[in-house]
């Protein structure tokens, strides 16, 4: 059970269904903490911390595993292996949306929908493609990174959690920030924003909901509008009234309840 132990998998609730909540960058699986009663009656969930962040070893990251979000769609394949869970609801924040649409193209049936809050097919801009980053905007991104890591987090926190600079939930992503190793943070956040999966979008057939903040720094709302369109299988959109691109975390009134609908919506229904 190597790949269980390496990301701190735990599972909680008393449910039949399995349901796997995937955290985005910076974060940890504490993040869905407002999430998690609302489920354990109806579902068996799986928390894991994607490698690098969370309380994972550094000393287990692979530079070459991960320097495309393949390595990490083979992670949470391995997770539901080792489990031995043959079908999931995947909900998956910000990067682990894109994560988890590469792994349900590997094993269209191992998962029956995904759930993708606040996801992106591509960050960076292109020809007929709105992304919401320049490449000059990302590479001083790298370079303010590299320079003093520390004074990156203290910029970068606020200007992705949104809203009240004294809240608990800037706190706390502050604090998953500043425990990634650097050169690691360096390069997850470069892997994630030259991702590009674009391409896969219509070999996806499995059900995709879409839950979009309208005010997201890191995801402009026409992003989610692609996803509709260029999906394969069927799809559904979902814009909430909340600041910011951890809105699970600092908007949870809004947040919890639309993806509790998503998690139990058909669409047939």
Known sequence: MATIKAHNVNIVGSGEQHLVLAPGFGTDQSFWRYLVPHLMDDYRVILFDQMGGGTTNPDYYDFDRYSTLDGHALDVLAILEELGIESCIYV????????????????????????????????????????????????????????????????FAPLMVGGDLNSVALQEYSRTLFNIRPDIALSLITTIFQSDIR?????????????????DPAVPLVVSDYLYRNLGGESVVELIESEGHIPHLSSPGVAIPAILRHIRLSMTS
């Open 92 to 155: 998956g924040h910000s990067v682990s949306g894109a994560v988890g649409a590469i792994a349900s193209v590997y094993r269209p049936h191992r998962f029956q929908k995904l759930v993708m809050l606040g996801a992106s097919p591509r960050y960076l801009n292109d020809v007929d493609y709105y992304g919401g980053f320049d490449q000059e905007d990302i590479d001083q991104l790298f370079e303010a990174m590299r320079v003093n890591y520390i004074t990156w987090c203290s910029g």
């Open 199 to 215: 391409h896969l979008l219509g070999h996806i057939t499995v059900p995709c909901h879409i839950i979009q903040s309208r005010n």
